[in-house]
Every structure is written in C-alpha cells, then in structure tokens.
C-alpha cells in the first residue's frame, strides 16, 4: 500500500510506502525538501498539513510545539502517511529546485574554531556543481551513516563547499 503526497500549490506529487516516513519518501524519488537533522530536533522540515492524516513520531518539543502540532503543523522527516495527503512547505518551489546528485568530495582544509569546525570540500571541476543559497547536503559517510549540513558558501563559489559544523 501506498499514499500519495501532493505539494501545494504547485501539485508536484509523490508516493509513500506504508510506514514510510515523508522525507524519506521525497528523497527516494528524488525530491529536495527542507531538511536538516533527520530525526524531529531541528524543525527544518517544518510543514502545514492541509489534508489528510498523518502519524508524527517522537521529536523535540523545540522542534514542533504542542501549539504547533495543533494548527496542523508536521515534520515531514518523522510524520507517517496515514492517508493521501496535501502539505504546504514554506519556502519550496519545486521548479527552481536543482536535482539530486551525488558527487565525490576531497577535504580542502579543516580549521577549528571554539566550537565550531569550518570544513572545506573540494568538489571535481565536472560535471558543473549548483546550488541555492540556503541549500543542504547530505554527506554519505563510509560505514553508510548520512549527516546533513546547510552550505555557508555563496551560490557563486560552486567548485567548494565551506559547512560550519558544531562539535558536540
Ligand atoms: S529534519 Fe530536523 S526536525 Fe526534521
């Protein structure tokens, strides 16, 4: 079994297995939602869930509030299909959205700030890299673990990508 999600405005539809969680859903087929963290602690794929049902996993209070949830606010990286289904995610647009790829990356340089390490990625020279300001990237690590990180470098500098991350 499975449930169609249909992005408003524009339509732009995709499917759910049983028990598939929404983002993994969209990035099965290719779709690039807001998303950060994965796991319902960073609110980054926040949506409004027009119509339907939905089955929200466990997140962080910080993440969705009660209030929230309520006015039919989700996660789509923890929210479950029930039904078909219509969401609204504030800030998508579909068309403009470059595809998924997957590219090979070199560490340009590390330098470790207090408490933030600034990593530079050195991306081939071809195929062509483009990205939006404000855009992720999901880096595949060795033993099969993906972690996500938003892209601090401008759109115009494509050939690396400079992330921030915060030690922990
Ligand atoms: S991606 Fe962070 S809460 Fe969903």
């Known amino acids: 079994m499975s449930y169609t999600i249909t992005l408003a405005p524009d339509n732009a539809a995709f499917t759910a297995e049983a028990g598939e969680p929404i983002l993994n859903a969209a990035k099965r087929q290719g779709l690039n939602l807001p998303h950060s963290c994965q ?3 960073c609110g980054q ?7 339907g049902e939905v089955a929200q996993g466990a997140h962080a209070e910080l993440a969705l509030s009660a ?3 309520a006015q039919g606010k989700i996660l789509m990286c923890c929210a479950v299909p029930q039904s078909d289904i219509v969401l609204k995610v504030p800030g998508y647009n579909g068309a403009a959205m470059p595809p998924v790829k997957t590219f090979p990356a070199r560490v340009a340089s590390v330098v470790y700030g207090h408490d933030v390490a600034v990593l530079t990625l050195a991306l081939p020279k071809a195929p062509p890299f483009a990205f939006l300001a404000g855009q ?3 880096i595949l690590l060795k033993n099969g673990q993906v972690r996500s990180y938003s892209i601090a470098n401008s759109p115009s500098q494509p050939e690396t990508l400079e992330l921030h991350i915060r030690k922990r």
């Open 39 to 41: 796991s319902g602690i």
């Open 45 to 51: 794929c926040k949506a409004e869930l027009v119509g």
């Open 136 to 138: 992720y990237i999901d």
């Open 67 to 69: 209030e929230e949830a």
